[in-house]
Nanobody, 119 residues
Framework: QVQLVESGGGLVQAGGSLRLSCVASGRYFSSATMAWFRQAPGKEREFVSDIYRSGGITSYGDSVKGRFTISRDNAKNTVYLQMNSLKPEDTAVYYC????????????WGQGTQVTVSS
């Protein structure tokens, strides 16, 4: 497992932008698939985006396609989530997660960072 620490959340008006960061400690970061999930009050956890170890393959949840961009810097053990054109429905706690190479399970999770979008 790796330890993950998210940052960058906050309060923003609708239409604004935020960039989340997730710093990992541990040796397998560069080989892991990294992802962002989110959970709003009273709702189930939702997949936001993931990025493969090389950074060349990414995927996004339907609700954020075209607005959010995931990236990673393996030299800095960091994964980012650039969030543009934010909507009130994007309000949630955002979690970073790591899935070891060849694993099917995200086994490491951060503590979460709150994103609040006001209308």
């Amino acid at each position: 497992q790796v330890q993950l620490v998210e940052s960058g959340g906050g309060l923003v008006q609708a239409g604004g932008s935020l960039r989340l960061s997730c710093v990992a400690s541990g040796r397998y970061f560069s080989s892991a698939t990294m992802a962002w999930f989110r959970q709003a009050p009273g709702k189930e956890r939702e997949f936001v985006s993931d990025i493969y170890r090389s950074g060349g393959i990414t995927s996004y949840g339907d609700s954020v396609k075209g607005r959010f961009t995931i990236s990673r810097d393996n030299a800095k053990n960091t994964v980012y989530l650039q969030m543009n054109s934010l909507k009130p429905e994007d309000t949630a706690v955002y979690y970073c997660a790591a899935k070891p190479f060849l694993s099917t399970t995200y086994d490491s999770w951060g503590q979460g960072t709150q994103v609040t979008v006001s209308s």
